[in-house]
């Protein structure tokens, strides 16, 4: 098992930005893909972006492509989460989360996943 803890959420204006990180400890960090999912109130846990172990493949939710940026720091345990040009619909809690992989495949699905943190909040005001 691999420990996952966000940082990095607040309340920020739309067209803003904000950076999230997820520390990750317990395991060999650059063993895992990861991912960003994030919950609105009353909705689905959705995916957001996620990274393969190596750094060598992302792919993103089509609502914030060219507007999000996943990236990872091996050396460090972390994974980050860019995100510019906020809108309020980017409002949600927002979850990191880890797989074990042995490819550089990416993964988009919830079942993917079977370590989570407990997720940071983003509040994007009109």
């Known amino acids: 098992q691999v420990q996952l803890v966000e940082s990095g959420g607040g309340l920020v204006q739309a067209g803003g930005s904000l950076r999230l990180s997820c520390t990750a400890s317990?395991?060999?960090?650059?063993?895992?893909?990861m991912g960003w999912f994030r919950q609105a109130p009353g909705k689905e846990r959705e995916f957001v972006a996620t990274?393969?172990?190596?750094?060598?493949?992302?792919y993103y939710a089509d609502s914030v492509v060219g507007r999000f940026t996943i990236s990872r720091d091996n050396a460090k345990n972390t994974l980050y989460l860019q995100m510019n040009s906020l809108k309020p619909e980017d409002t949600a809690v927002y979850y990191c989360?880890?797989?074990?992989?042995?490819?550089?495949?990416?993964?988009?699905?919830?079942?993917?996943?079977?370590?989570w943190g407990q997720g940071t909040q983003v509040t994007v005001s009109s």
């Open positions: 989360a880890a797989r074990a992989a042995y490819s550089s495949g990416t993964y988009s699905q919830k079942t993917d996943y079977d370590n």
């Open positions: 317990g395991r060999t960090f650059s063993r895992y893909a």
């Open positions: 990274i393969s172990r190596m750094d060598i493949s992302t």
